[in-house]
C-alpha cells in the first residue's frame, strides 16, 4: 500500500534521484528550459519553484541556506 508516500520515487535510488534533480535544476536555471519527461518534471518543480520565489528577493544568503537546508534533509 502507499501509505506515507508523499513524491515520486521516479524509479531510482535516494542518492541517485537527488543528484539527478540537482544536475537537472542546475541544467534549468542555466539553459532556462529543458527537455524531460513529465513525471521528472513534476519532481524538478517542487525543487526549483521555492529556489526561484526565493531568489527573487535578491539575496544570495537565503538561497544558500535554503540549498543546503534542501539537500541535507532530501527525501
Known amino acids: 500500500m502507499r501509505?506515507?508516500?508523499k513524491f515520486n520515487h521516479l524509479g531510482r535510488q535516494t542518492a541517485h534521484r537527488s543528484s539527478m534533480?540537482?544536475?537537472m535544476?542546475?541544467?534549468l536555471i542555466e539553459?532556462?528550459?529543458i527537455n524531460t519527461t513529465v513525471?521528472?518534471?513534476k519532481?524538478?518543480?517542487q525543487f526549483v519553484e521555492p529556489l526561484i520565489t526565493k531568489s527573487k528577493a535578491d539575496t544570495t544568503q537565503i538561497v544558500v541556506s535554503f540549498l543546503l537546508t534542501y539537500v541535507a534533509n532530501m527525501p
Open 39 to 41: 513525471a521528472k518534471a
Open 43 to 45: 519532481a524538478l518543480k
Open 3 to 5: 501509505h506515507g508516500k
Open 21 to 23: 534533480l540537482a544536475n
Open 31 to 33: 539553459h532556462k528550459r
Open 25 to 27: 535544476a542546475c541544467s
